[in-house]
């Protein structure tokens, strides 16, 4: 796992366009932090926050589906997937070590741009509360490896990076883009009893409004779910959400990486 | 008894028994059966789509064969794929990937994979002649160089079965000469090899027996007793001929 690891770590680092993104993330970063800085202090959930937060919430994830689904999809054009078979390397080493490689790669390169971008809305004079830097920056780094895995997990069941792409655009346009109205259209065939509960299970159905919901609770504006989440938001607003976050980020790359590594065995033995 | 006596004779061979392939309607490959003993070197030879690279990527195991079984040295592929794989070392044909890692890099990640020492990688990296090119990327090298590096690659654990698509693609004269005494080192050391080409001429020189494939069949196999390497390859010429018209 390590090898791939450390490969996947390599080969994404020494291409141009992981510099591009690291200079993209802090274009945008930067720009955020001033518009949100225009109030002069940044602090809990505003609606510059929030703007913040769907900004993230459309080009983080696109972008990490389409990391990950080439990484594999990459392998099985140039024929590395072909020779790797060759060895006797475990499917769950390959997975694993692709989705450490990458997230370490993604994570860097993000990391980076986001607490520059910081530096320089403090040097610039902004107050910026500790708090909504660090819970910010992990809800980037929970939508990175959750939608990482997203994308490894497509890259696995793709023969091309067209597929790839193709599969990335269709996942992020559900889980991104139409998910509400998904949402809003499945609920209201249902009888209003059962509302409430669907809308709760989907929230974890959906990594993106996981993390979500995450960072508006513990910014302290629980409350604008309604009155239907009132039982979940002092799970994310207490200690406890560490152990949350644990399980619930166990459990998604435990299946997404179980179901990736089937699919991976099934093709290398045909 | 009985059991065992068989188990012996698999014991350090090769064995392919009736293996075939098919990709929907096309047979590319009719039951094809092969056995090889440790130190020997079999040569494919036939046109472009006469089955050679199928035969290949189901010793490899890339490819899974539709009937027909491989055994090597008593392990059976569709049994213990990983005991298997981890006998081999397998040269492709065409290899476009991890072009932005060095050549070292490159050998150190292949030979981490089968636990092989750093040792050894320096040595394969003389051997192939690509010391002065060690901190060079993949993709600087010219096509004969990265021929040169997939082989180290697919010896660098020194497997019971070499397989080898047309390993001299894109060698000039010198490293093909170089190419044919390793082949003979590593026959010396008990390695098993086959290998596709076209080039008749380094096919008499190490290959022990010479398999003509046409239309995913074996249409002849030669015995090469070495006597007479120059006489050799003009009847391989002669038989790749008349197996292409």
Request: glycine fraction near 8%; charge should be neutral; include cysteine.
């Amino acid at each position: 796992m390590w090898t791939i690891w450390r490969s996947e770590w390599k080969t994404t680092t020494r291409q141009k366009s992981y510099y591009a993104i690291l200079i993209l993330w802090l274009l945008v970063i930067s720009l955020l932090i001033i518009l949100e800085g225009t109030n002069g202090s940044i602090s809990g959930y505003t609606n510059i926050t929030g703007t913040i937060v769907n900004i993230m919430l459309y080009i983080l994830p696109l972008f990490m589906l389409i990391y990950g689904s080439f990484s594999i999809a990459g392998e099985m054009e140039n024929g590395q997937w072909s020779l790797l078979c060759t060895y006797p390397l475990e499917m769950s080493s390959y997975f694993f070590g692709k989705l450490g490689g990458q997230f370490t790669a993604q994570a860097v390169s993000y990391s980076l741009a986001y607490w520059l971008s910081m530096l320089l809305g403090l040097i610039t004079g902004l107050s910026i509360s500790l708090n909504w830097m660090l819970v910010l920056y992990i809800f980037s780094l929970l939508l990175i490896l959750f939608f990482l895995s997203i994308g490894l997990f497509l890259g696995a069941f793709v023969s091309t990076r067209w597929q790839a792409l193709t599969y990335s655009v269709g996942g992020w346009f559900v889980l991104i883009m139409i998910w509400p109205t998904l949402l809003i259209a499945m609920t209201s065939a249902l009888p209003y009893p059962m509302i409430g509960p669907v809308m709760k299970t989907a929230m974890f159905i959906n990594p993106a409004e996981f993390t979500r919901f995450f960072l508006v609770a513990k910014l302290n504006a629980g409350s604008i779910f309604g009155q239907a989440y009132d039982s979940i938001v002092p799970l994310f607003e207490q200690g406890i959400v560490w152990g949350v976050i644990f399980l619930y980020g166990f459990t998604v790359i435990a299946f997404l990486g179980g179901l990736s590594i089937w699919k991976l065995k099934r093709r290398r033995a045909n | 008894m009985e059991v065992e006596e068989k188990e012996s004779k698999l014991d350090g061979n090769l064995v392919m028994e009736a293996v075939s392939k098919q990709y929907k309607k096309k047979q590319a490959l009719h039951p094809f059966s092969m056995r090889m003993r440790a130190g020997e070197c079999v040569v494919l030879c036939g046109g472009n789509g006469a089955g050679k690279s199928t035969i290949l990527n189901i010793l490899a195991g890339t490819s899974k064969p539709t009937a027909g079984k491989v055994i090597l040295n008593g392990i059976e592929m569709e049994k213990d794929k990983m005991a298997y794989v981890a006998d081999i070392g397998y040269m492709p044909d065409e290899f476009l990937a991890q072009g932005e890692m060095s050549v070292r890099e490159f050998l150190w990640f292949y030979a981490s994979l089968r636990m092989v020492s750093e040792d050894k990688i320096d040595q394969i990296i003389m051997q192939i002649g690509l010391d002065e090119k060690k901190q060079e990327q993949v993709k600087a090298l010219s096509k004969g160089m990265r021929q040169r590096l997939l082989l180290a690659q697919a010896i660098l654990s020194d497997p019971e079965l070499l397989i080898m698509d047309e390993p001299t693609n894109g060698l000039d004269p010198f490293w093909i000469n170089e190419f044919i005494e390793l082949v003979q080192i590593l026959k010396e050391k008990g390695m098993m090899i086959v290998f596709s080409t076209h080039m008749m001429d380094v096919a008499a020189e190490v290959g022990d027996r010479i398999m003509f494939i046409h239309e995913g069949k074996l249409a002849e196999s030669l015995v090469n007793d070495g006597k007479d390497i120059p006489g050799f390859t003009r009847r391989l010429l002669k038989h790749y001929r008349s197996n292409e018209s």
